[in-house]
């Protein structure tokens, strides 16, 4: 079925093989009237899709830009401290990506994938954005529940992305916080780490345990969870072998189960300013 609609000189056309969509200038976007949520056009100065959410026209792929920084542990930064970034002369809007730390793999299976949030926040020249890249758990001490935490500031507000749990701390928890005024953003959550699975057999002369460490998580638009390990245990004294689990990949994968008693490093994290 091919169905067609025209107006304002411009052409809304749908078939089965494709949707074309009315095609429009940044101005003549700016000059439409009337406007509600939900109103999409083909923005022809960015060369990407605009919807209107009921106040504003938003880029549905963000803005095009020229430059990017990124930040990552330890080239910029070291764990604990904030790195400072001057916004450059000219620079008026921002497009930040955020990834946080993975969780560590433990007994019970694999480590949380990091979370991952991007935002548009508006900024003037000479203005400082603190920057903190959050590492993966386990690779400072004391640090074995979660990865950590992710966030660019600006003054006293921020963008956070939260870090992705161990095994047991899943991510599905909100996994940001936004409260920089004017800015647009979102985050979706890494993925959960699998469970460790036992299953029992006998060779004909002796009975044994298999151990399957659950696999870590990946972060979003990954495959990067750290690989499960195994033990075979021949019962009843549970001599045997055991095979180590791999870390989480950057940036922000979740670390393969292993243990008892053991955490495996989730990936560091990631943070990058488009402008």
């Not at 659950?214 to 045997?240: M, R, V």
């Not at 979740?254 to 053991?262: C, E, H, K, L, R």
Request: with cysteine.
């Amino acid at each position: 079925m091919l169905l067609s609609y025209y107006s304002l000189g411009q052409s809304f056309t749908s078939n089965p093989n494709f949707l074309s969509i009315p095609n429009l200038s940044t101005s003549q976007r700016n000059n439409l009237s009337n406007q509600q949520a939900g109103n999409i056009i083909f923005n022809s100065d960015n060369k990407n899709i605009n919807y209107h959410n009921g106040s504003n026209w938003i880029s549905l792929q963000g803005e095009q830009y020229s430059n990017v920084q990124h930040f990552t542990l330890p080239q910029f930064i070291n764990a604990n401290s904030e790195f400072t970034w001057n916004v450059p002369n000219g620079i008026s809007k921002i497009f930040v990506e955020i990834y946080s730390g993975g969780g560590c793999g433990n007994e019970y299976g694999g480590g949380c994938g990091g979370n991952y949030g991007i935002a548009t926040i508006p900024v003037s020249a000479g203005q400082q954005i603190f920057v903190m890249v959050g590492e993966g758990c386990g690779r400072i001490a004391n640090n074995v529940v979660s990865g950590r935490e992710s966030y660019i500031r600006i003054g006293n507000s921020y963008f956070v992305v939260k870090g992705g749990g161990n095994f047991n701390l899943t991510s599905s928890y909100a996994p940001f916080t936004l409260n920089i005024p004017n800015a647009n953003g979102y985050a979706i959550s890494g993925e959960s780490g699998t469970s460790t699975k036992n299953s029992y057999f006998y060779d004909g002369s002796n009975y044994y345990k298999r151990i399957e460490y659950g696999n870590g998580g990946a972060s979003p638009n990954h495959n990067n969870g750290g690989k499960g390990g195994t033990s075979q245990l021949t019962l009843p004294n549970n001599g045997g072998s055991s095979f180590g689990a791999t870390y989480g990949g950057f940036p922000g994968g979740g670390g393969g189960g292993y243990g008892p008693n053991s955490n495996t490093l989730g990936g560091d994290g990631l943070i990058s300013i488009y402008y």
